[in-house]
């Protein structure tokens, strides 16, 4: 089975703290994927990198950056967090891009910004 | 403008009965369609993926319809059990993306004993 561990289930921060969420897949996945789910709003794309070293911005990606130096892993970094970005965030991964990429996701990481 | 609506945005439904969730969608061009489950406080867990030539297909009480003509899909829950209550959530995938998946809002569902 596909495992996509993320580093905090909840996670208290204060405005203006600089923020790593990381995310880890076992699989051997070419792509992996950051978003933040909201009530009302659905999931939406932060950032996906297809590659190590390679990112590509998803719909919201002002606010954030991202790394990924190892195939494995994959970091959302927050420069500066703001109460606006308290949200739930959820990592995924999936084998290429292709006619069945299905995307694997991780448990979450409940972010409040205080 | 969301290409993929879901409804009813939430459901009561007694143990033990059957429900339909729906998924409209206009995105295009289309790829696949999945139904995910989410726990309250989890991850999204695949229940099915259809192409647009499958027309149904079954995960143990779930099944998936997909009709490509006029872009509708729905997700029927048999029998249904308090471990069911969760949000179900549409996903398009469109052909010329690898990478870009179009998530609907979800259906949120609540079995009662």
């Known amino acids: 089975d596909v495992k996509v561990t993320q580093s905090s289930r909840y996670l208290v921060k204060r405005t203006g703290e600089k923020v790593f969420l990381e995310c880890v897949q076992d699989?051997?996945?070419?792509?992996m994927f950051w978003y933040r789910q909201d009530p009302g709003l659905g999931l939406r794309l932060i950032y996906f990198?297809?590659?190590?070293?390679?990112?590509e911005k998803g719909d919201i990606p002002e606010g954030y950056s991202v790394s990924r130096e190892k195939k494995e892993r994959f970091s959302l970094i927050l420069e500066s967090a703001s109460t606006n970005q308290t949200s739930m965030y959820l990592c995924?991964?999936?084998?290429?891009?292709?006619?069945?990429?299905?995307?694997?996701f991780g448990p979450g990481t409940r972010l409040t910004v205080l | 403008k969301n290409q993929v609506e879901q409804s009813p945005q939430s459901l009561i439904i007694l143990e033990g009965k059957n429900c339909t969730l729906q998924?409209?969608?206009?995105?295009?061009?289309?790829?696949?369609l999945r139904w995910y489950k989410q726990d309250t406080g989890r991850g999204p867990v695949s229940l099915t993926i259809m192409t647009f030539s499958e027309n149904t297909k079954s995960n143990g009480r779930y099944t998936a319809t997909l009709d490509a003509d006029t872009k509708q899909s729905s997700l029927h829950i048999t029998a249904s059990q308090l471990s069911d209550s969760a949000s179900y959530i549409c996903?398009?995938?469109?052909?010329?993306?690898?990478?870009?998946?179009?998530f609907g809002k979800g259906t949120s569902l609540l079995v009662t004993p």
């Open positions: 995924a991964s999936s084998l290429s891009a292709g006619f069945y990429n299905e995307q694997f």
């Open positions: 699989m051997d996945h070419e792509n």
């Open positions: 998924c409209n969608y206009t995105v295009s061009p289309f790829s696949n």
């Open positions: 990198s297809y590659d190590v070293k390679m990112k």
């Open positions: 996903v398009v995938s469109l052909s010329n993306s690898g990478y870009a998946l179009n």
